[in-house]
C-alpha cells in the first residue's frame, strides 16, 4: 500500500476503498491508527450507497483490562464471493 504521506490529499472515502482494496477488512481501531478515520461507520454507509459491496460482522477483540469486546468488522466483498 501506498504511503499515507500521498494520501493526504484523498477523502476518507478514497483512502478507505484503497485500504480495502488492499487489506480487505477493517475494524474501527485500525481505522483510527492507519487512515485517522474517527467515523469509520458513517464513511461504510456512504460507500455502501456508492454500490459498493461491503459486508459487516461482529467480532469479539480483546481489550486493554483482559476481556474481550465486540466491534464492527467491515469485509469488501468481491464479486465471486
Known amino acids: 500500500m501506498e504511503k499515507l504521506e500521498t494520501m493526504a490529499k484523498e477523502s476518507?472515502?478514497?483512502?478507505?476503498?484503497?485500504?480495502?482494496?488492499?487489506?480487505?477488512?477493517?475494524?474501527?481501531?485500525?481505522?483510527?491508527?492507519?487512515?485517522?478515520?474517527?467515523?469509520?461507520?458513517?464513511?461504510?454507509?456512504?460507500?455502501?450507497?456508492d454500490g459498493v459491496n461491503i459486508r459487516t460482522t461482529n467480532t469479539k477483540v480483546p481489550t486493554r483490562w483482559g476481556t474481550t469486546t465486540t466491534v464492527a468488522k467491515y469485509e469488501l466483498v468481491s464479486e465471486d464471493n
Open 12 to 49: 476518507h472515502k478514497t483512502r478507505l476503498l484503497k485500504y480495502l482494496n488492499y487489506y480487505k477488512e477493517i475494524t474501527p481501531l485500525e481505522a483510527i491508527r492507519d487512515l485517522g478515520n474517527t467515523r469509520l461507520s458513517a464513511t461504510i454507509f456512504s460507500l455502501k450507497e
